[in-house]
């Protein structure tokens, strides 16, 4: 909380660090950046932001996040000699040049770093994306139908809930893959009953995301409370990674599993309950069988940064 009301007043230049899967605090960083921001006439708030999990810029070299490699970029590395140390040498030595920027990130999609004026980027163009009843995903609105659903329903069985992670779940800490759950190939809950996917078009181009991201669901529940949770995901095609096995024995078990292809990258993953919908402090149990939003009484919004 001391912090929150000093958020306004810092005199002092800030460096916040983010990585776009820490799987510990992918929330705060963009928060304090957010918040000082609101008094910053010197412009001395700045952050930088890369493919890394809790701490992975200052522990390793960060050439690569679970199965996906950086194209011979070390970004851990390249943000501690190259952004990290020019920041302190400036403002503790008066050597160098003060940072003409005020976020930079590194795009794991096309392996470089970027730099920006503000954040969201002042270039970057709002885009909606639409759930089609029909499980597809697009750029193009649903058209109104008078035959057909206009919605899908799923039944979601507290004794068999959806898992966050692969069972079996390996122990926090020391070891284990809880630093990079956040980047785990998501085909383990794909095609449950439980859970709704959306795929678009192959594409056929690439589609840049720069800025922050929020999906606004309708939906009903014959209960009072029920956790929604929403994933965008790249997923990669069949034939993304030549293979690094023999070609006429053919995989060893397993191995197909850990390559590239079909892999199914979560960029971007958060979680609302129901029952926060009007009030984190106060909870309110959600109208069974009533539409969100009114059909439209509850919209969930879900927002990812």
């Known amino acids: 909380m001391q ?9 002092v230049p800030n460096l916040n660090v983010a990585g776009f899967w820490d ?20 412009h001395t708030n700045f952050i930088v932001a890369g493919p890394w999990f809790h701490g992975e810029w200052q522990t390793a070299k960060g050439d690569s996040i679970g199965s996906i490699p950086f194209a ?8 501690r000699e190259n952004i990290e140390a020019a920041f302190f040498r400036y403002y503790l030595h008066g050597v160098g040049e003060k940072p003409a920027w005020q976020v930079s990130t590194f795009q794991s999609g096309s392996n470089t770093w970027r730099k920006y004026a503000a954040w969201p980027p002042k270039e970057a163009k709002l885009t909606k994306l639409y759930f089609h009843s029909d499980g597809t995903l697009s750029f193009v609105a649903p058209e109104n139908s008078k035959t057909g659903k206009l919605f899908r329903e799923y039944t ?8 966050y992670r692969l069972r079996p779940i390996s122990p926090t800490y020391p070891v284990g893959d809880w630093r990079t759950w956040e980047v785990a190939d998501q085909r383990f809950v794909d095609h449950r009953p439980d ?3 959306y795929v678009s078009a192959p594409l056929d181009h690439d589609l840049v ?18 956790d929604f949770v929403v994933k965008q995901i790249d997923v990669y095609p069949d034939d993304a990674q030549k293979p690094d096995w023999n070609v006429e024995q053919g995989p060893k078990p397993g191995q197909y599993a850990q ?8 960029v971007a993953m958060e979680v609302r309950r129901g029952r926060y919908l009007q009030s984190f402090e106060q909870p309110h149990p959600l109208v069974p069988n009533q539409p969100s939003n ?12």
């Open 195 to 197: 859970v709704l996917s």
């Open 294 to 305: 009114g059909m439209c009484r509850y919209a969930i919004t879900i927002t990812f940064f």
């Open 209 to 226: 995301i720069t800025g922050p991201l929020s999906a606004e669901l309708f939906a009903s529940t014959s209960g009072t409370d029920s």
């Open 3 to 11: 912090l929150r009301r000093n958020w306004r007043t810092s005199t």
């Open 259 to 266: 390559s590239l292809n079909g892999y199914q990258l979560p």
């Open 72 to 79: 011979g970029h070390e970004t851990a590395r390249e943000f």
């Open 23 to 42: 799987q510990e605090d992918p929330w705060g960083p963009w928060q304090i950046f957010r918040h000082a921001a609101e008094h910053d006439p010197d």
């Open 156 to 163: 979601s069985d507290p004794a068999n809930p959806v898992p």
